[in-house]
Nanobody, 119 residues
Framework: VQLQAFGGGLVQVGGSLRLSCAVSGRIFSTNIMAWYRQAPGKQREFVAVITSGLSTNYADSVKGRFTISRDNAKNTVYLQMNSLKPEDTAAYYC??????????????WGQGTQVTVSS
C-alpha cells in the first residue's frame, strides 16, 4: 500500500492550490482520509479529514478556505486550498485508514508535498 501526494508549489498570498493524494496497492477498503501539515520547527498538525461517507471536519485555521474531498472510485483524496496565507506554508501529508487485502488494517502516510505561500 502506498500513498502519493502531489500538487504542492509556490503561490502568492491569496492564491489557490489543489493537492491530491492517490492510494495504490491491493486494497479492500479505504476509510477515513486526512491531511496534516508540518511547518519548519513545528509539530505536525491536523488540517482536514473526510470519512468514507463524505463527512468532513477541518482545523479552525483553515475553515472556510480549504475543502477536502475524495473520489472513492480512484482512491484519491483532494485538498482545495483557497485564500492562502503565509502561515499555510508547510509540508502537507495525507494519510488514510486502509484495510489491505494482505496484511493488517492501519494508518498509512504519504510523503509530504511542500506548499510555500509568499507575501
Amino acid at each position: 500500500v502506498q500513498l502519493q501526494a502531489f500538487g504542492g508549489g509556490l503561490v502568492q498570498v491569496g492564491g489557490s492550490l489543489r493537492l491530491s493524494c492517490a492510494v495504490s496497492g491491493r486494497i479492500f477498503s479505504t476509510n477515513i482520509m486526512a491531511w496534516y501539515r508540518q511547518a519548519p520547527g513545528k509539530q505536525r498538525e491536523f488540517v482536514a479529514v473526510i470519512t468514507s461517507g463524505l463527512s468532513t471536519n477541518y482545523a479552525d485555521s483553515v475553515k472556510g478556505r480549504f475543502t477536502i474531498s475524495r473520489d472513492n472510485a480512484k482512491n484519491t483524496v483532494y485538498l482545495q486550498m483557497n485564500s492562502l496565507k503565509p502561515e499555510d506554508t508547510a509540508a502537507y501529508y495525507c494519510n488514510a485508514d486502509i484495510v489491505p487485502y494482505a496484511g493488517n488494517r492501519g494508518i498509512f502516510w504519504g510523503q509530504g508535498t511542500q506548499v510555500t505561500v509568499s507575501s
